[in-house]
């Protein structure tokens, strides 16, 4: 056989068998289903997008195929070859399997070669640090032309746009075996304009060699103007592809958005119109859609996550502690974290405990806690939350994650605060748990609390009166609970909802 | 994160003072050294030869190797509070199982660099925090040591005494013992590929196991590291005082700590310098030394020790904030 046939039987395979199948791929978490039978096909030298709002599976499915998760069932096919459950990091690593992941991978005290070599296991012995010195330096000069990174520094010092183009540059970097998937997962979220277009504008040559890659980005212009393929993903399915060529950013939208069945909504509360303002803050130039909460209120915060929901909440907590000129805060806060692991439960206490730390000034007497009150108001809220403990003596972790969740509301509920700042407090809590808490949390608004509701699940909205999307850190829009619709919501989510006040 | 508003803006945290480059971190440590070294050459000129150094620097011997095993185990960002009374414990042995059954001497120390290897398996496995588990581990390391040695006493093996007693020549043996040190430690933590990955478990253990690392080799390699370091010190610990005693090795762990984070090392992050904490256990040594020259008692020794480690943290968060 000559040189050149065993070329074209190489070659042959790039243009015709997709380089990496997926078919059928199942995950869940705990009760959460992330996937429910994805079927995926990456062919060399193309891009596809995979997009899809909060929840719709994308950064599981990313996970799955750059091999840190592994699925619950379904086939992963790569270059032909079915890969079996020793699936993981390396060996997609050799099979020319990269990912930029969407936080940071790099060790901030390791220096631009210095991680290059930690993700090439082959860059070791005598002159490694040359010759990782030379591939990162290399990469970069090809992607980003003029990015004036010193490869010898702590990445931990270079601005989050360098160390993004050092990562992205990293996994373009290849010593003993060819890179033929690259996984760039909101790759251009911290690079400015002009070192996101480079970035673009070398993925077009990758995939001229022949390297596919699968793109992730929020800017839908981004994957409209540069994807070949686009694959749409809804509650953990691929509901649609199509040419990136016929789509236009409506459309999209539209095939993100879900047709639900009517559930019955809670009517908004007639409260809500004349209740003392509880959060007010003032109108800037870059915060064109002021945020305003009355008592009695449930206000959603809805977007991607990330793009500036937390952080409102984080002002509004600080606010009503210390005086902020932008944010006036009236009353007292409570916060109830969704990440109850790290910021929500003590593991050690008890279930009575943990409902009652967030009101000991109220049961304390000169300084000296009354047992027996302690344990009435845990018991109270116990019995209103329908929390299913057969004794809040027992340890917190003897429940379950949705009882542990409704302690922890019950904690913001028992503090008698006036606004209550719920961040994503029902994410992976199973659907009775949810809609007893949906309940709950109407009741008290029309006892006259007022919520700021940050969620990363678009269904949650109908439970609040009014809601502001979030899109890079500012508000896009506004939207009154009779004109929600989850189509305004994505657009909005993607920045390409006009700006708009109620 | 993101689009996080403020993309693109100054680092945080350690790196802040790292800016200023690991040339600062090592050499502000260094300056200071020399300046000390300075005031004592003025106030005892004769400690500035051959014989001088070795009498001024002899006990910097078991100090550097405490300070690298404590080193080795920050890098990781864990603690180890164990390493004094663990280097009692080489002590009490080296003064009398590794003179009277040489065999079972050594099989007993690389049993114990093997135990210190598996401490960190536990941190690792059980997700304990390592101040715990050596803070633990030392109470074991100390009722070892009564156990072999109830009173002070015994004897080193006669190698022991006579290496400690070597002169090389051109160099003292402390002097040539710290620049080798410092240069191995240099090679296998900032300049071998594994050491990367090492250095990377202390930055960002995610990233690293990630890129198809195993992070419990990773830590097992510091400690094992950690525990041979702290044998050597041991062994330098005996070869000096020429007997076994339990207690001898406890102010080790607050000078191996202090000796890290004075040479520039931070406890998180897997920022550490191997030639800053040489420097480091220098430094915290010879500040004993000058108190005594000065004609302080040294009971303050201590104290002086532990305020150096505050003064250096303090000027560190001052720096932070004011770049803030």
């Known amino acids: 056989m000559t040189e050149q046939a065993s070329e074209a039987l190489v070659q042959l395979p790039f243009d015709q068998l997709p380089y990496v199948q997926l078919l059928g791929i199942r995950k869940s978490f705990g009760a959460v289903r992330a996937l429910a039978g994805v079927d995926l096909a990456i062919p060399s030298g193309r891009m596809i997008s995979v997009v899809g709002h909060n929840g719709a599976g994308k950064s599981t499915l990313m996970q799955i195929l750059a091999g840190t998760l592994a699925p619950d069932a379904g086939t992963i096919r790569v270059g032909g070859h079915e890969v079996g459950a020793g699936y993981g990091v390396r060996r997609a690593g050799a099979l020319g399997i990269r990912c930029v992941f969407q936080e940071l991978s790099l060790c901030p005290n390791l220096s631009a070669e210095e991680n290059t070599r930690v993700v090439h296991p082959a860059l070791a012995g005598p002159g490694w640090r040359r010759r990782a010195r030379r591939l990162i330096g290399a990469a970069l000069d090809a992607i980003f032309p003029g990015h004036g990174i010193d490869t010898r520094r702590p990445v931990g010092f270079l601005p989050i746009g360098q160390r993004q183009m050092v990562e992205t540059a990293r996994a373009f970097t290849e010593t003993d075996r060819p890179v033929r998937l690259v996984i760039l997962d909101e790759p251009t979220a911290s690079l400015d304009a002009t070192a996101a277009e480079q970035l673009l504008r070398y993925t077009a040559e990758a995939?001229?060699?022949?390297?596919?890659?699968?793109?992730?980005?929020?800017?839908l212009p981004e994957i409209l103007g540069h994807a070949d393929e686009i694959f749409v993903m809804r509650d953990g399915q691929v509901v649609g592809s199509e040419e990136a060529g016929a789509l236009d950013e409506q459309q999209l939208v539209e095939m993100m958005g879900v047709v639900r069945a009517v559930e019955p909504t809670p009517k908004a509360s007639a409260q809500a119109e004349r209740g003392e303002i509880r959060v007010e803050q003032q109108a800037r130039p870059d915060a064109p859609v002021p945020v305003r909460l009355r008592a009695g209120e449930v206000v959603g915060l809805a977007g991607l996550a990330g793009h500036g929901q937390r952080a409102l909440l984080q002002?509004?907590?600080?606010?009503?502690?210390?005086?902020?000129?932008?944010?006036?805060?009236?009353?007292?806060?409570?916060?109830?974290?969704?990440?109850?692991?790290?910021?929500?439960?003590?593991?050690?206490?008890?279930?009575?405990?943990?409902?009652?730390?967030?009101?000991?000034?109220?049961?304390?007497?000169?300084?000296?806690?009354?047992?027996?009150?302690?344990?009435?108001?845990?018991?109270?809220?116990?019995?209103?939350?329908?929390?299913?403990?057969?004794?809040?003596?027992?340890?917190?972790?003897?429940?379950?994650?949705?009882?542990?969740?409704?302690?922890?509301?019950?904690?913001?509920?028992?503090?008698?605060?006036?606004?209550?700042?719920?961040?994503?407090?029902?994410?992976?809590?199973?659907?009775?748990?949810?809609?007893?808490?949906?309940?709950?949390?109407?009741?008290?608004?029309?006892?006259?609390?007022?919520?700021?509701?940050?969620?990363?699940?678009?269904?949650?909205?109908?439970?609040?009166?009014?809601?502001?999307?979030?899109?890079?850190?500012?508000?896009?829009?506004?939207?009154?609970?009779?004109?929600?619709?989850?189509?305004?919501?994505?657009?909005?989510?993607f920045g390409t909802g006009q700006t708009v006040g109620v | 994160m993101p689009a996080a508003p403020g993309a693109g803006a100054a680092p945080r945290g350690p790196y802040r003072v790292a800016s200023h480059g690991s040339a600062l971190r090592v050499g502000l440590p260094a300056a200071a050294l020399i300046v000390m070294l300075g005031l004592i050459f003025t106030m005892q000129p004769r400690a500035m030869s051959y014989f001088g150094l070795t009498v001024l620097l002899g006990f910097t011997l078991p100090a550097i190797f405490a300070a690298m095993a404590q080193m080795a185990v920050i890098a990781v960002g864990d603690i180890d509070l164990g390493i004094g009374p663990f280097i009692s414990l080489i002590n009490c042995i080296a003064a009398t199982l590794l003179a009277q059954h040489p065999v079972l001497g050594w099989l007993a120390l690389a049993a114990l660099v093997a135990l210190y290897a598996a401490m960190g398996a536990l941190i690792h496995l059980r997700r304990l925090p390592s101040i715990v588990v050596t803070l633990g581990a030392s109470f074991v390391w100390l009722g070892l040591a009564l156990l072999v040695l109830p009173s002070p006493g015994g004897a080193p093996p006669a190698w022991l005494p006579a290496l400690l007693g070597w002169h090389p020549p051109l160099l003292p043996l402390p002097v040539l013992a710290s620049l080798l040190l410092a240069a191995l430690g240099e090679f296998l933590l900032m300049h071998t590929s594994?050491?990367?990955?090492?250095?990377?478990?202390?930055?960002?253990?995610?990233?690293?196991?990630?890129?198809?690392?195993?992070?419990?080799?990773?830590?097992?390699?510091?400690?094992?590291?950690?525990?041979?370091?702290?044998?050597?010190?041991?062994?330098?610990?005996?070869?000096?005082n020429t007997a076994g005693d339990a207690t001898v090795g406890a102010q080790y762990t607050l000078i191996s700590i202090a000796a890290v984070i004075v040479?520039?090392?931070?406890?998180?992050?897997?920022?550490?310098?191997?030639?800053?904490?040489?420097?480091?256990?220098?430094?915290?040594?010879?500040?004993?030394?000058?108190?005594?020259?000065?004609?302080?008692?040294?009971?303050?020794?201590?104290?002086?020790?532990?305020g150096i480690l505050i003064v250096v943290l303090g000027l560190r968060a001052l720096n932070r904030w004011s770049g803030a």
């Open chain 1, 207 to 219: 995939r001229a060699r022949g390297v596919a890659v699968v793109f992730i980005s929020h800017r």
């Open chain 1, 315 to 493: 002002a509004v907590f600080d606010a009503a502690h210390h005086r902020r000129a932008q944010l006036r805060v009236a009353g007292s806060v409570a916060y109830v974290s969704g990440d109850r692991r790290t910021e929500g439960i003590f593991p050690l206490w008890s279930v009575g405990l943990n409902t009652t730390i967030g009101n000991l000034r109220r049961l304390a007497r000169l300084g000296w806690l009354s047992a027996a009150r302690e344990a009435a108001l845990a018991e109270e809220w116990r019995t209103r939350l329908d929390i299913r403990t057969p004794d809040i003596g027992r340890p917190i972790m003897s429940l379950s994650g949705g009882n542990q969740q409704k302690v922890l509301v019950a904690r913001a509920f028992a503090a008698e605060a006036d606004i209550i700042l719920f961040d994503d407090p029902l994410r992976g809590v199973d659907v009775a748990t949810k809609r007893e808490l949906y309940q709950h949390v109407r009741r008290a608004a029309d006892a006259g609390r007022a919520f700021l509701w940050y969620t990363t699940e678009n269904s949650e909205l109908v439970n609040c009166d009014r809601v502001y999307v979030f899109y890079r850190g500012a508000i896009t829009d506004e939207i009154a609970h009779a004109e929600l619709s989850d189509e305004r919501v994505i657009r909005a989510s």
């Open chain 2, 263 to 306: 040479g520039g090392g931070e406890f998180v992050g897997g920022i550490v310098t191997p030639a800053g904490t040489v420097i480091g256990a220098w430094i915290m040594l010879l500040a004993g030394s000058l108190l005594s020259f000065l004609n302080i008692s040294t009971d303050w020794q201590l104290s002086v020790q532990g």
């Open chain 2, 194 to 240: 594994y050491g990367v990955v090492l250095r990377g478990i202390g930055g960002n253990p995610r990233a690293i196991e990630r890129a198809g690392w195993s992070l419990l080799a990773g830590r097992m390699s510091l400690y094992a590291l950690a525990g041979l370091s702290g044998v050597i010190a041991g062994l330098a610990l005996t070869g000096l």
